[in-house]
């Protein structure tokens, strides 16, 4: 019983979690195909807003630590602080899409997202964050100096 054991402990470490791991990496990546909802932006609709001037306002809510360490963001975006949503969210046009992106699409973004729609504004997230952006193959631009 015990050499059965030692078998199938063999098995799952070195055939069964290496084929888990790669799964979960495809699947991390599948942000990039996926529909937008009301929530969540599709790459695709996002790549067409950017090809359209002035059809979303795109917001880089990254943390400060992950926006220093960074080199660039995506097209058109505006660098603002998360943390002071409350006081620059007045100023954002209401006839507009508010696109917003984080590091990866996690708590700011979705935090932010609750903010502003709760507050009148039609805002959505990018799946994945800046970083799913750019595994999708999504456009960046040098940050403003």
């Keep these: ?41 599709s790459h695709a609709d996002l790549r067409k807003a950017l090809a359209q001037p002035d059809s979303a306002v795109i917001l880089d809510l990254r943390r400060s ?15 603002l602080h998360p943390d002071k949503i409350a006081e620059w969210s007045g100023s954002l046009p209401r006839d507009k899409e508010i696109v917003l992106f984080c590091a990866h699409g996690g708590s700011i973004s979705n935090a932010s997202v609750d903010y502003l729609t709760k507050n009148g504004f039609k805002a959505r997230l990018i799946a994945g964050g800046i970083d799913g952006w750019r595994e999708g193959g999504g456009a960046t631009v040098p940050k403003p100096q």
Excluded: C, G, H, W
């Design 1 to 41: 019983m015990k050499q059965v054991k030692s078998y199938l402990f063999v098995f799952i470490m070195f055939f069964a979690m290496p084929l888990a791991v790669n799964v979960a990496s495809a699947a991390d990546k599948d942000y990039a195909r996926q529909p937008s909802t009301e929530r969540v932006i």
């Design 65 to 79: 630590s992950d926006y220093d360490k960074d080199t660039v963001t995506v097209p058109t975006a505006r660098r």
